[in-house]
């Protein structure tokens, strides 16, 4: 199995940056398909972002385009999630996931991390 740890989450301004990270286990790493999900006080978690294992195929939630950029260092077994222009509403716990489905629901994806806090103050 794969387990998958989250960092770099915090607290900034409206129109601040985050670099969030996640580091995977395993050999298959490059394998997998990564993806970040978002869960916000009284909501159900939401797609952010995906990207397939060589890195070339991305894809973001329309929240999220044009300001979120993933990205993967496969002989790092780490994908990131690079995070500009905040705003309040990107306020929540960030959950990185592994899986071999490329999904935007949850439910595909079979591995996760312990989630992250970002939390933007505007």
């Known amino acids: 199995q794969v387990q998958v740890v989250e960092s770099g989450g915090g607290s900034v301004q409206a129109g601040g940056s985050l670099r969030l990270s996640c580091a995977a286990s395993?050999?298959?790493?490059?394998?997998?398909?990564m993806g970040w999900f978002r869960q916000a006080p009284g909501k159900e978690r939401e797609f952010v972002s995906r990207?397939?294992?060589?890195?070339?195929?991305?894809y973001y939630a329309d929240s999220a385009k044009g300001r979120f950029t993933i990205s993967r260092d496969n002989a790092k077994s780490t994908v990131y999630l690079q995070m500009n222009s905040l705003k309040p509403e990107d306020t929540a716990v960030y959950y990185c996931a592994a899986g071999w489905i490329s999904s935007v629901s949850p439910l595909q994806y079979d591995y996760w991390g312990q989630g992250t806090q970002v939390t933007v103050s505007s």
């Open positions: 990207i397939t294992g060589s890195g070339v195929i991305r």
């Open positions: 395993g050999r298959t790493f490059s394998s997998y398909v």
